[in-house]
T-cell receptor
Framework: GDSVTQMEGPVTLSEEAFLTINCTYTATGYPSLFWYVQYPGEGLQLLLK?????DKGSNKGFEATYRKETTSFHLEKGSVQVSDSAVYFC?????????????FGSGTRLLVRP | GAGVSQTPSNKVTEKGKYVELRCDPISGHTALYWYRQSLGQGPEFLIY????????DSGLPNDRFFAVRPEGSVSTLKIQRTERGDSAVYLCASSIEVNTEAFFGQGTRLTVV
């Protein structure tokens, strides 16, 4: 069945460092891909999404490109801040351009030190 | 309210007891979803409502789990004869329509002792 695999954490970086969190997926059809973030004490929030191959999602300085040839959707940010410390979840929806029945990875905890 | 509200935020129950978890979605959202998140894992889909009806309950693990949304707004997830393996954070999310962004609540942490 469909699945998402993301790199295990925690990832510890110094402020202003470059961030990459790897995410690969297995899916039939044409899934939509998402990154969700969970800040301490808060609910999951949509960070960015991409609905078709070669789309780039971006938000708050974060970017991820839907790569069908490598079945990947890696999250990147050029310069992280302490406030980016959170747990990041890669997810897919089997249905095109939908939030329905999301399949999540296990999450990657990011800790940014001043 | 401004966001998805889940109550209680924490629930401790004894093995074999019955529990109900409540979700208040964002007003006007027709789609509602329940997920379960075990420790160290990502959320797993349980059930999806469109309006009052359960459009997809394929994620419910067994017949001890049941959910309702009688008026198309508030939803209740019901777990009978709880087991220690049911311990998890239960998340609710809602969206205007199924193809729009889903907004998550903070979850109910259920502990079965």
């Amino acid at each position: 069945g469909d699945s998402v695999t993301q790199m295990e954490g925690p990832v510890t970086l110094s402020e202003e460092a470059f961030l990459t969190i790897n995410c690969t997926y297995t899916a039939t059809g044409y899934p939509s891909l998402f990154w969700y973030v969970q800040y301490p004490g808060e609910g999951l929030q949509l960070l960015l999404k991409a609905t078709k191959a070669d789309d780039k999602g971006s938000n708050k300085g974060f970017e991820a490109t839907y790569r069908k040839e490598t079945t990947s959707f890696h999250l990147e940010k050029g310069s992280v801040q302490v406030s980016d410390s959170a747990v990041y979840f890669c997810a897919l929806s089997p249905a095109p351009d939908s939030s329905y029945k999301l399949i999540f990875g296990s999450g990657t905890r990011l800790l940014v030190r001043p | 309210g401004a966001g998805v509200s889940q109550t209680p935020s924490n629930k401790v129950t004894e093995k074999g007891k019955y529990v109900e978890l409540r979700c208040d979605p964002i007003s006007g959202h027709t789609a509602l979803y329940w997920y379960r998140q075990s420790l160290g894992q990502g959320p797993e889909f349980l059930i999806y409502f469109q309006g009052t009806g359960a459009a997809d309950d394929s994620g419910l693990p067994n017949d001890r789990f049941f959910a309702v949304r009688p008026e198309g707004s508030v939803s209740t997830l019901k777990i009978q004869r709880t087991e220690r393996g049911d311990s998890a954070v239960y998340l609710c999310a809602s969206s205007i329509e199924v193809n729009t962004e889903a907004f998550f609540g903070q979850g109910t942490r259920l502990t079965v002792v």
